[in-house]
T-cell receptor, first 111, second 115 residues
Framework: NAGVTQTPKFQVLKTGQSMTLQCAQD?????MYWYRQDPGMGLRLIYY???????DKGEVPNGYNVSRLNKREFSLRLESAAPSQTSVYFC??????????FGPGTRLTVT | GDSVTQMEGPVTLSEEAFLTINCTYT??????LFWYVQYPGEGLQLLLK?????DKGSNKGFEATYRKETTSFHLEKGSVQVSDSAVYFC??????????????FGGGTRVLVKP
């Protein structure tokens, strides 16, 4: 997975609980991304960070916050989880020719 | 905005059969195109890419040609194996912008290869 790690791998939350998904890269790339994957919908961009200290909304940012802690780490926070946020979450970094490399994912279930 | 459309599946094949997964796109400029593969329980892996018209990407026996005139990037493999069972995603990028590189994905096509 090209040096992208994610924790945790699995998580079950109750509605209203909060949690932070962690992503770290060892490739020294500037841009990092958070996606969610839902059946039949491909991947949708939640937030991204083009460089340390900057973050921007993607296609589906509602209900999420992010922090670009340093060049290596980019976290995604759910302040008050809802069942609609049950999904698989992927972190990604840029490659050299506009492709992206993905982490192994976090499977989140909100009951 | 940009969009990617691919056949939904599932596509069920016998081993050694020919595989085609159709992918068409809409974009404002001249995007780079990608195919990703996702094996069960894993993340997405880049399978192949093409960055300009008429380029052919290839990897692991899979091929796809960037057809600007038909805005297509169909994935093909001549003889599939059981190990090719996975979900395949077509994606495009309009390239680096001031605030990052945004990929647009199709909905994914599940392929099941039976022995």
């Amino acid at each position: 997975n090209a040096g992208v790690t994610q924790t945790p791998k699995f998580q079950v939350l109750k509605t209203g609980q909060s949690m932070t998904l962690q992503c770290a890269q060892d490739m020294n790339h500037n841009s990092m991304y958070w996606y969610r994957q839902d059946p039949g919908m491909g991947l949708r961009l939640i937030y991204y960070s083009a460089s340390e200290g900057t973050t921007d909304k993607g296609e589906v940012p509602n209900g999420y916050n992010v922090s670009r802690l340093n060049k290596r780490e980019f976290s995604l926070r759910l302040e008050s989880a809802a069942p609609s946020q049950t999904s698989v979450y992927f972190c990604a970094i840029d490659g050299v020719s506009y492709e992206q490399y993905f982490g192994p994912g976090t499977r989140l279930t909100v009951t | 905005g940009d969009s990617v459309t691919q056949m939904e599946g599932p596509v069920t094949l016998s081993e050694e059969a020919f595989l085609t997964i159709n992918c068409t796109y809409t974009a404002t400029g001249y995007p780079s195109l990608f195919w990703y593969v996702q094996y069960p329980g894993e993340g997405l892996q880049l399978l192949l890419k093409a960055t300009k018209a008429d380029d052919k990407g290839s990897n692991k026996g899979f091929e796809a040609t960037y057809r600007k005139e038909t805005t297509s990037f169909h994935l093909e493999k001549g003889s599939v194996q059981v190990s090719d069972s996975a979900v395949y995603f077509c994606a495009l990028s309009e390239g680096m912008m001031a605030a990052g590189n945004k990929l647009t994905f199709g909905g994914g096509t599940r392929v099941l290869v039976k022995p």
